[in-house]
């Protein structure tokens, strides 16, 4: 099952210049420090002939306590917790190379040159990212699928039909299907993924 996820970032060039020193599948969750730093940015404001300082903080989230049925409810929300913090970033490192990508495709002067473009990022592809997702669990590539979908409003299945065609598409999701997984997975903030939104929107804010 773990050989699944290499499929989510087949389609995605490797960008060795803004490589982390860690991998976010290589760091240790520490459940008890924020995965992002809350961002505080200041400027000026004009008004009439003053200026006026401010200071503007990131968005904090208030919900009730979460309330455990018993001690799995309790386990499962914990895992839920720490598994979006390993994950997230990966997400949102899939988001920043989906964009640059197809910046640098913008660029090609016809369909041969973007597609000797692409077969060149599958290679790199499997040759970097194969190895990191291997290191995720099960749970972690449904995880990831989700929120490759929340970061790039569009599922895996969207993103490799774009980039490498359909027949690849369709390949790749009959492999991820044998699995038990889906590449279609879209990502439902207001019905059955509302938790893990509530979960992702303190990741991001700071306060988990």
């Given amino acids: 099952m773990k050989r699944l996820l290499s499929i989510l970032l087949l ?9 982390q020193d860690v991998n976010p599948e290589d760091q240790e969750v520490d459940m008890s420090m924020p995965t992002y730093a809350p961002t505080i940015k200041t400027g000026k404001v004009k008004l009439g002939r003053d200026s006026i300082q401010y200071v503007q903080l990131n968005n904090i989230y208030v919900y009730p306590k979460p309330v455990f ?16 913090k390993k994950v997230l970033p990966i997400a949102k490192e899939v988001n920043r190379i989906v ?5 640098v495709l913008q ?9 000797e473009h692409m077969k060149i990022v599958e290679r790199e592809i499997k040759k970097e990212y194969t190895p990191r997702m291997k290191k995720l669990t099960y749970q972690q590539g449904k995880l990831l699928i989700k929120l490759v979908y929340r970061e790039c409003n569009s599922s895996s299945y969207q993103l490799i039909q774009a980039f ?7 390949f790749y999701q009959a492999f991820a299907w044998v699995f038990g997984a889906s590449l279609t997975k879209k990502y439902d903030p207001e019905g059955v993924d509302r938790l893990t939104e509530r979960v992702v929107l303190q990741v991001e804010s700071g306060q988990l």
Avoid: C, S
Avoid at 164 to 170: H, I, S
């Fill in 11 to 19: 389609l995605l060039p490797v960008l060795m210049a803004g490589a």
């Fill in 69 to 84: 049925r018993n001690e799995r409810d309790r386990m499962a929300y914990n895992r839920l917790v720490y598994n979006v």
């Fill in 99 to 103: 964009l640059e990508t197809y910046e």
């Fill in 107 to 115: 660029t090609l002067p016809n369909k041969k040159a973007k597609d």
């Fill in 164 to 170: 490498l065609g359909p027949v690849k598409a369709g």
